[in-house]
């Protein structure tokens, strides 16, 4: 797991390629003002979703883990709590290889870090997180897919 700012993105290139072309698709793309969807960018190796997700509590937060994929999850209009805890860590529950994603139920993440707009959170395959932990009702968000 990363958090950081977004403008220091282009600092984690080396550790994925595809890095390089989300820090070129921000610096082209205003995230505040992209209309709600999925976004292609290197088709489905690559994409960002714009989307609106409804804020909840820590205890309703689920933790998940993505095989193929990594998160970069960036809040746009207000502050994001994230939960975390390592995958090694988590109990074994179903994966699904459609979705890419495997959701723990009721586990309470071991930590929790709050971004603010301009501030990124990167998910590995490793990190267990839990999106969406907020105060507001809704939370404006870009989430970038890159291929793991």
Not at 36 to 51: E, M, S
Not at 130 to 140: V, Y
């Amino acid at each position: 797991m990363i958090i950081d700012t977004i403008d220091n993105l282009g600092k984690y290139v080396g550790l994925n390629p595809l890095f390089a072309d989300v820090v070129e698709f921000i610096k082209h793309n205003d995230l505040n003002t992209l209309e709600a969807g999925k976004h292609l960018i290197k088709d489905k190796d690559l994409f960002v979703n714009i989307t609106t997700a409804k804020g909840r509590a820590k205890e309703a937060a689920t933790l998940e883990t993505h095989i193929n994929m990594i998160d970069i999850q960036i809040p746009l209009d207000g502050e994001e709590t994230f939960g975390y805890t390592p995958l090694k860590d988590l109990p074994d529950f179903e994966y699904n290889a459609e979705k890419d994603i495997t959701k723990y139920g009721a586990t309470m993440a071991q930590t929790y870090v709050t971004c603010k707009p301009g501030q990124m959170a990167i998910f590995f395959p490793q990190d267990g997180h839990a999106p969406c932990i907020s105060e507001a009702a809704e939370i404006k968000k870009a989430i970038f897919k890159v291929k793991a």
